[in-house]
């Protein structure tokens, strides 16, 4: 290792974050658990690779492991008059940095750094500050530095309209605060790095704030489990709260008489004592009593775009792609409905044309955690006016099947304090292959759905095949549960 701790802009914003993430990735990088998901990676990318153009043409600086060489064409395009620099990197005292634009501005230069979220964070602050620090001390004149994200507000309508899609915020102000202790916290960071014993630091929001840190199992490696930690729904600042008193085990919650929500004792005193189901019956009859058959079984599979390809489309909006649909009749016969829209097209249409003619006028459907399936079809409602009334008419029959467990009508310690389905189905029928989404392939849970499909376009015609047979499988699977997880709630109440 070099005697200076050189530091990029990532590194500089991990270590703010906790500098112990720094000693880790230096002297014990096996213990990462990547924690990033390819959907975001992958929206971020195509974010930054829209953002380049907003300002017009630009020179992009080509990426090496050299970073000197990077630097070089950096000063080379800046000689030659380019005013819009993509990549534009920087080194100074073995600092880094790379601006995702650099924009001329008169006589200087404004920084732009590229967010694919819809607002700014305060991590976003220190990254520009850093970037703003080690541009001036190179002798670039910063006139401004911008933290330019997505626009949640802007619906596209025809060509997409850059300037509409971003919103840049000036944080030059805040850049210029910092400028002069940078210094101090840059030497705090290369100090806290440079010792070669494994430097003690407590665990806390720090953990999961700005983001969920990929040293967090190695670090956590000691906390039991169960513990006040696995209390679910538990805002994490009272986590911590709890934590910091010395109450960590569901023991110590008990023994201490800690202040939690019926639901939050409920879950520990049935781990704590193994207390049986608890069965309202009364609770589980009101809510079968407003069922009428047949019963439309309803689960959505989505997709979201940072940069919305179709007309109508809005930044980071559930786009609906596929359905699946059990009917279920009073004597138990099923039918099963299915519908998966093409690759590489606005499926959102399709998709509505198909539920109106599958989902009939004035009948009773359920869909698990219903606020989802409500809102995806609101939208398509708003999107076709001559489908509206129809869509709206599922939607105001519709009946959310999470009710008895969220309003722990039916509760075992086996769902974890839980009531989200992937909890509910395997506590209610523990040893089942039939209902294991782990004996599925390719496709397991929705984040592999949607990547399936976001991505499908670009695969072989064989790989496509395969993706759509178990997306098929994966969605028909979650409707197939509810069917299922109702007939459970039935024999509750025999």
Request: net charge negative; aromatic share 12%.
């Amino acid at each position: 290792m070099s005697d200076t701790i050189r530091l990029s802009k990532s590194t500089y914003c991990g270590a703010f974050q906790c500098p112990k993430i720094l000693w880790l990735q230096r002297n014990k990088p096996e213990v990462k658990v990547e924690t990033s998901d390819p959907a975001v990676l992958e929206n971020g990318t195509r974010v930054g690779d829209y953002a380049r153009s907003y300002f017009g043409s630009y020179a992009l600086v080509d990426y090496t492991t050299d970073k000197k060489k990077m630097v070089e064409q950096t000063l080379a395009y800046i000689e030659a008059g380019e005013e819009n620099i993509a990549e534009a990197s920087f080194i100074y005292d073995d600092l880094y940095c790379a601006v995702d634009i650099l924009h001329k501005n008169g006589d200087g230069w404004d920084i732009v750094e590229v967010k694919s979220s819809t607002s700014v964070h305060d991590i976003y602050v220190e990254d520009v500050s850093y970037q703003y620090y080690i541009l001036k001390k190179c002798g670039i004149n910063v006139k401004k530095a911008f933290i330019m994200y997505v626009n949640t507000g802007y619906v596209r309508h025809g060509e997409l309209d850059i300037k509409q899609l971003f919103t840049c915020e000036d944080l030059t102000d805040e850049a210029v605060k910092r400028f002069d202790i940078l210094p101090d916290r840059i030497k705090e960071i290369r100090d806290y790095v440079s010792v070669p014993d494994e430097p003690e630091k407590a665990i806390g929001m720090h953990c999961y704030d700005p983001y969920e840190c990929a040293f967090r199992e190695y670090c956590w490696r000691d906390i039991p489990t169960p513990s006040v930690f696995n209390i679910s729904g538990l805002f994490k600042k009272k986590m911590f709260g709890l934590y910091d008193q010395g109450l960590i085990t569901f023991d110590d919650l008990v023994r201490e008489k800690a202040e939690l929500s019926e639901k939050e004792k409920m879950q520990v005193e049935w781990e704590v004592k193994d207390l049986p189901d608890h069965i309202d019956k009364e609770g589980i009859k009101e809510f079968l009593n407003q069922l009428r058959y047949p019963l439309y079984h309803l689960d959505f599979e989505t997709f979201q775009q940072a940069i919305p390809e179709f007309e109508g489309g809005v930044p980071y909006r559930q786009i609906p792609f596929q359905y699946s649909l059990h009917i279920e009749y009073e004597d138990g016969r099923l039918d099963h409905k299915e519908f998966l829209a093409k690759e590489g097209t606005d499926p959102r249409r399709k998709v509505a044309e198909r539920l109106c003619d599958d989902i009939p006028l004035g009948v009773c459907s359920l869909a698990y955690n219903f606020g989802f399936e409500k809102r995806t079809i609101r939208e398509l409602a708003e999107l076709y006016p001559d489908l509206s009334d129809h869509l709206m008419d599922i939607h105001d029959h519709m009946v959310d099947l999470m009710t008895p467990f969220q309003k722990g009508y039916y509760y075992s310690k086996a769902m974890q304090g839980s009531y989200s389905i992937k909890y509910v189905l395997p506590a209610l029928f523990p040893d089942d292959p039939e209902l294991d989404y782990h004996n599925l392939d390719q496709v397991h849970n929705g984040g592999e759905a949607s990547a399936a499909f976001f991505t499908m376009a670009d695969k072989s015609p064989e790989e496509t095949e395969s993706l759509r047979s178990n997306l098929l499988k994966y969605c028909g699977l979650d409707t197939y549960a509810m069917v299922k997880v109702l007939s459970k709630l039935r024999e509750a109440v025999k």
